[in-house]
């Protein structure tokens, strides 16, 4: 959990990035824990609801390096991988074990070939 005020009726955001004072932008997604349940709330923000998943991959990349500047001895390909399999399985996705077994073929039965002998 992050670290800071321990006053739990003191809601304690981010700050805004430097950029955005001097470029502007659009905030698209505010995420917040209170009390261990998760608040989201978001804008529409693309055509594509697709393009969210670019978005998302990109979050996991940078959470990846934020990880792997701390002293947890955690990489930033370590981070990713954890995260990309929390998601795939809070979505219902199969494990990489559980998918290739599934598709692992039948064990064919040997069937013996005989050379036609030559009259």
Do not use: C
């Not at 470029?23 to 594509?48: C, H, Q, T, W």
């Amino acid at each position: 959990m992050a670290k800071g005020n321990n006053d739990p009726r003191i809601y304690q955001a981010l700050a805004l990035p430097e950029q955005a004072f001097d470029r502007g932008g659009l905030e698209i997604m505010r995420l917040g824990i209170i009390n261990d349940e998760l608040y989201v709330s978001a804008l529409p923000a693309f055509k594509s609801p697709g393009q969210w998943g670019e978005v998302l991959a990109d979050v996991t990349r940078r959470l990846g390096a934020i990880y792997a500047a701390q002293p947890s001895g955690l990489s930033q390909k370590d981070v990713i991988v954890q995260i990309a399999e929390a998601f795939a399985a809070d979505m219902g996705a199969r494990t990489v074990k559980a998918a290739k077994a599934a598709k692992k073929p039948a064990k064919k039965k040997a069937v013996k070939k005989f050379a036609r002998k030559k009259r």
